[in-house]
């Protein structure tokens, strides 16, 4: 029955990958673009912080499901914080059998449009990084409290934190490089 409930959840993971459409992307260059217009870089609703809150006793994973909800309600900011703190709760968790294996491909299938929306605007991916790390920092993670590996808990965030520092220190690097990414995705969506 576990085998069964894995193959269906990673079934339905390529399905949510395959949803994923051209327009979807549009959008989120479009919202990507009025970051610095409307002054939205690193703004997070406060219902996505309760809903970080609600998702301290659930798997890791369960964060990416809620960042996938997100992102088809083109809450983008919001998708990607949600999926910050999810892989800090993975990278610090890291108590995964090889069942837990297979939901690597749910991860992966969300993570990609999320990379893609915060690579578009170097200043957004930072802040939501930061913000990200001191959430993990200040709320302790029930499913696998700080006191079982202190040090572990507070390397998770401070990996997120160093990230963030690196897109701010090479941030005309980061930008010129991801704008010609995002060309080629535009260039490659036209030929469709």
Same mark, same amino acid.
């Given at each position: 029955?576990?085998?069964?409930?894995?193959?269906?959840?990673?079934?339905?993971?390529?399905?949510?990958?395959?949803?994923?459409?051209?327009?979807v992307y549009e959008k989120m260059y479009v919202y990507s673009d009025s970051i610095r217009k409307n002054d939205l870089t690193g703004k997070i609703d406060p219902q996505t912080v309760k809903m970080a809150d609600s998702l301290t006793n659930a798997h890791p994973l369960a964060y990416f499901a809620?960042?996938?909800?997100?992102?088809?309600? #083109?809450?983008?900011?919001?998708?990607?914080?949600?999926? %910050?703190?999810? +892989?800090?709760?993975? &990278? *610090?968790?890291?108590?995964?059998?090889?069942?837990?294996?297979?939901?690597?491909?749910?991860?992966?299938?969300?993570?990609?449009?999320?990379?893609? #929306?915060?690579?578009?605007?170097?200043?957004?991916?930072? %802040?939501?990084? +930061?913000?990200?790390? &001191? *959430?993990?920092?200040?709320?302790?993670?029930?499913?696998?409290?700080?006191?079982?590996?202190?040090?572990?808990?507070?390397?998770?965030?401070?990996?997120?934190?160093?990230?963030?520092?690196?897109?701010?220190?090479?941030?005309?690097?980061?930008?010129?490089?991801?704008?010609?990414?995002?060309?080629?995705?535009?260039?490659?969506?036209?030929?469709?």
């Amino acid at each position: 029955m576990k085998v069964l409930k894995i193959f269906l959840f990673v079934f339905f993971s390529f399905a949510l990958q395959a949803q994923v459409s051209d327009a979807v992307y549009e959008k989120m260059y479009v919202y990507s673009d009025s970051i610095r217009k409307n002054d939205l870089t690193g703004k997070i609703d406060p219902q996505t912080v309760k809903m970080a809150d609600s998702l301290t006793n659930a798997h890791p994973l369960a964060y990416f499901a809620a960042a996938a909800k997100l992102l088809e309600a #083109f809450k983008y900011n919001d998708a990607a914080y949600i999926w %910050a703190v999810g +892989k800090m709760r993975e &990278t *610090y968790y890291g108590n995964f059998t090889k069942y837990d294996r297979a939901f690597y491909d749910y991860r992966d299938a969300v993570s990609d449009p999320v990379w893609m #929306f915060l690579r578009s605007n170097v200043d957004n991916v930072v %802040a939501i990084l +930061k913000i990200a790390a &001191t *959430y993990h920092l200040k709320h302790d993670y029930r499913l696998s409290p700080r006191d079982a590996k202190p040090d572990h808990y507070d390397e998770a965030a401070h990996l997120y934190e160093r990230m963030a520092e690196q897109f701010s220190i090479h941030e005309s690097y980061f930008e010129n490089m991801w704008l010609r990414e995002r060309k080629e995705q535009e260039a490659y969506n036209q030929q469709k």
